[in-house]
Antibody, heavy 123, light 113 residues
Framework: EVQLVESGGGLVQPGGSLTLSCAASGFTFSDSAIHWVRQASGTGLEWVGRIKSKASNYATVYAASVKGRFIISRDDSKNTAFLQMNTLKTEDTAVYFC??????????????WGQGTTVTVSS | DIVMTQSPDSLALSLGERATINCKSSQSVLYTSNNKNYLAWYQQKPGQPPKLLIYWASTRESGVPDRFSGSGSGTDFTLTISSLQAEDVAVYYCQQFYTTPLTFGGGTKVELK
């Protein structure tokens, strides 16, 4: 079964750090671009950033709202991607999803999603 | 950044009625080298992650019922549910993947009247 499973969410104080994990199974993780998307309670979807595959030099790009604070990385030997979140703000409180950008001759959409992990930033 | 604007914000329809959701991008998402619109539609039910319904503006993802269809090109797109079923109650999002940052529309909540 093609699957992504996030973990690592929790309660953290403003200014703190947290690292989320995204474990993949059922597909060739090393060939895939992995994106992170978040959703604050009762609101819409906000793209956070992405990491490409080794073939694209693990290129990363981030949303302006998290650039300089969040770092996306991956360990292809463990089929896992990571979202390291530093200098957290209350507005970072959200459910965080990892997701795969599917490819079939060209990109075609975010076709596999994890169930999400909740991050709460509060004192 | 490409801004995605969806309308309406919400829609209340009876079972069997047609639902039409519009999405407009602030710039074209048509990739001219392959003539594909880098526009997708997602369905999200409460407590669940989004589910890919339509990609390249009009191609249905495997397993998606044929009552869902997408149309449009360039900057104007539409998701249509031809005959609303109870299980279609959800929030629907359009999204462009033409360029980063990837951006989503604000969502359209579809409810039963």
């Amino acid at each position: 079964e093609v699957q992504l499973v996030e973990s690592g969410g929790g309660l953290v104080q403003p200014g703190g750090s947290l690292t989320l994990s995204c474990a993949a199974s059922g597909f060739t993780f090393s060939d895939s671009a992995i994106h992170w998307v978040r959703q604050a309670s009762g609101t819409g979807l906000e793209w956070v950033g992405r990491i490409k595959s080794k073939a694209s030099n693990y290129a990363t790009v981030y949303a302006a709202s998290v650039k300089g604070r969040f770092i996306i990385s991956r360990d292809d030997s463990k089929n896992t991607a990571f979202l390291q979140m530093n200098t957290l703000k209350t507005e970072d409180t959200a459910v965080y999803f990892c997701t795969r950008l599917a490819y079939n001759s060209t990109w075609y959409g975010l076709d596999v999603w994890g169930q999400g992990t909740t991050v709460t930033v509060s004192s | 950044d490409i801004v995605m604007t969806q309308s309406p914000d919400s829609l209340a329809l009876s079972l069997g009625e047609r639902a039409t959701i519009n999405c407009k991008s602030s710039q074209s998402v048509l990739y001219t080298s392959n003539n594909k619109n880098y526009l997708a539609w997602y369905q999200q039910k409460p407590g669940q992650p989004p589910k890919l319904l339509i990609y390249w503006a009009s191609t249905r993802e495997s397993g998606v019922p044929d009552r869902f269809s997408g149309s449009g090109s360039g900057t104007d797109f539409t998701l249509t549910i031809s005959s609303l079923q109870a299980e279609d109650v959800a929030v629907y999002y359009c999204q462009q993947f033409y360029t980063t940052p990837l951006t989503f529309g604000g969502g359209t909540k579809v409810e039963l009247k």
